[in-house]
């Protein structure tokens, strides 16, 4: 069974940066999972932010040039460096995987992801 936990989510002013992080456990390998992360606000649907699939890395239009996505080298955290941050972004960040996909893959669905992490809250103050 993997294991997703989360971290370095806050309270950050407007054009601030956090970075989360989630450590991946358990499973048959460390190494088939394709890791990424979804928002939720209340009363809202969960929206694709952003995903590593191996080497690689699918952002949604509304961060991109702001966010970016990363593994280490063991693959076992994936890190969300989250810049120039702005009202909108407030949410609940949940890590998720899936095993390894192929191009035609619906990444942006939030149901194509097997394993989900707890949450951790990200506030962004104008």
């Known amino acids: 069974q993997v294991q997703l936990v989360e971290s370095g989510g806050g309270l950050v002013q407007a054009g601030g940066s956090l970075r989360l992080s989630c450590a991946v456990s358990g499973g048959t390998s460390k190494y088939y999972y394709a890791v990424g992360w979804f928002r939720q606000t209340p009363g809202k649907e969960r929206e694709f932010v952003a995903v590593l699939n191996w080497n690689d890395r699918y952002i949604a239009d509304s961060v991109k040039g702001r966010f970016t996505i990363s593994g280490d080298n063991g693959h076992d955290t994936a890190y969300l460096q989250m810049n120039n941050l702005k009202p909108e972004d407030t949410a609940n960040y949940y890590c998720?995987?899936?095993?390894?996909?192929?191009?035609?893959?619906?990444?942006?669905?939030?149901?194509?992801?097997?394993?989900w992490g707890q949450g951790t809250q990200v506030t962004v103050s104008s």
């Open positions: 998720v995987a899936t095993p390894l996909f192929t191009s035609s893959y619906d990444y942006l669905r939030a149901t194509s992801y097997e394993y």
